[in-house]
C-alpha cells in the first residue's frame, strides 16, 4: 500500500492505494530496475466536479491507473 495526496481542482485528498510489483530485471549500466502499477478509483464530485453528475449524464467514479519504472 502507497499512500500519497491527490489535487485536482485546488482540492487535496489523501489516499491510500494497493501497489503491484509488476517486473524486475537489469537496466541500462548494471543497475536493477522494477516497475509497478496500481488501479484505483476517486469521486469526482470530491474535487469540485460536479458537471454532469447531477442530471446523469456523465458518472461521478472515475478509474485511474498508473505505471511507473524506476531504479533501484
Do not use: C, H, P, W
Not at 466536479?49 to 533501484?72: P, R, W
Amino acid at each position: 500500500k502507497v499512500t500519497g495526496d491527490i489535487s485536482m481542482l485546488g482540492e487535496t485528498k489523501t489516499i491510500t492505494v494497493d501497489v503491484k510489483k509488476i517486473g524486475e530485471g537489469a537496466a541500462r549500466g548494471g543497475q536493477q530496475a522494477q516497475g509497478i502499477t496500481s488501479t484505483f478509483t476517486i469521486t469526482r464530485s470530491e474535487f469540485g466536479m460536479n458537471y454532469g453528475v447531477e442530471n446523469g449524464s456523465l458518472g461521478d467514479d472515475v478509474t485511474i491507473t498508473v505505471n511507473a519504472y524506476g531504479k533501484k
